[in-house]
């Protein structure tokens, strides 16, 4: 999840933000709205914010933390204390902790976040264009000290254990009811590489008799086979098929990896997702940081010192 820098200030790892501002405009899935999105850069300690740049008359500044999420039903969708709120922020949180920008401000003119192709790819090319810019403070850490689960008491289950160094996903989905998904397994070290290559591209997906329950509840209207894999059955709808034979579990690392960037600072960790989703893993979340013994903030370079004494011990 953390690249390497050698940043001017004497620290190894750093706060990053964009070094340009970069903008595109696309539909929301479930409003079906079509909203124009900036991304800026922003100084060290902003996070990163949402600013509903459409609502002027409350405040339009959204935290993106955990503690904000304020409707898992579909997406993370979160809110101020005004109300004022951005939906389906997942997959460009994930490309956002994928590509390790710790500051930004992010402009959007309505309610949800553009679906784009259902992926995180598009934000990576973004990002790319945009630059990245090292910053005068040392990256901070949430560094996972003991296991915390949230288990749903249905089967399903999101949990964080402690680990040597960055953060380590693995992941389980078992949909009897297609063919079409099945049983799929997936775990990967989380890295600005591994997520370009092997996260970033897998889409998000439902079932095509879903999309009239959904779009009675006013979601999913913007939901088309070009920004989502849609599942009938055992057949996948989409004319061009998969993007990989897995391409289902990946994406649900996607949003994990999304998520979990609601700390507020990357993870050092392992994460396992059980038939998970975002409700899970915002309990999880919520449940780490309510028991202080569970975790430390330290920097990224206390977190590498420790785990290179935990190596030395071992070889010793
Ligand atoms: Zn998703």
Do not use: W
């Amino acid at each position: 999840m953390i690249a390497e820098v050698k940043t001017l200030s004497g620290y190894k790892y750093c706060e990053k933000t964009f070094q340009n501002s970069i903008s595109c405009v696309g539909v929301g899935v479930h409003s079906g709205k079509k909203a124009n999105l900036t991304f800026k850069p922003a100084p060290v300690g902003t996070g990163i914010e949402f600013h509903r740049v459409d609502i002027t008359d409350k405040n339009n500044v959204i935290p993106a933390k955990y503690s904000a999420v304020a409707d898992t039903r579909m997406c993370s969708c979160i809110a101020n204390a005004d109300g004022v709120s951005v939906g389906t922020i997942e997959h460009l949180m994930g490309a956002l902790h994928g590509f390790g920008i710790t500051n930004a401000i992010i402009e959007v003119d309505g309610p949800e976040v553009p679906i784009l192709d259902g992926s995180a790819e598009d934000y990576i090319t973004l990002f790319e264009c945009a630059g990245v810019r090292e910053q005068e403070a040392p990256l901070k850490v949430v560094r996972i000290l003991k296991e915390v689960c949230f288990d749903d008491g249905k089967g399903a289950s999101a949990c964080l254990y402690p680990a040597e160094k960055g953060l380590s996903i693995d992941f389980m989905i078992d949909f009897k009811q297609s063919k079409a998904i099945g049983r799929q397994e997936y775990s990967i070290d989380v890295n600005y590489k591994t997520f370009k290559n092997d996260i970033a591209y897998a889409r998000t997906f439902g079932f095509a008799k879903e999309v009239e329950m959904l779009r009675s509840m006013r979601l999913a209207r913007g939901g088309t086979l070009e920004n989502a894999i849609v599942v009938e059955g055992d057949t996948v709808l989409n004319p061009t098929g998969l993007r990989s034979e897995n391409e289902f579990v990946v994406h649900k690392v996607l949003d994990a990896v999304g998520d979990l960037y609601q700390l507020g600072m990357p993870v050092i960790g392992h994460f396992s997702g059980v038939k998970s989703g975002h409700m899970h893993t915002n309990e999880l979340l919520r449940k780490l940081m309510a028991d202080e013994t569970a975790y430390e903030i330290i920097t990224m370079d206390e977190a590498e010192k420790l785990s290179l004494k935990t190596v030395q011990t071992k070889v010793a």
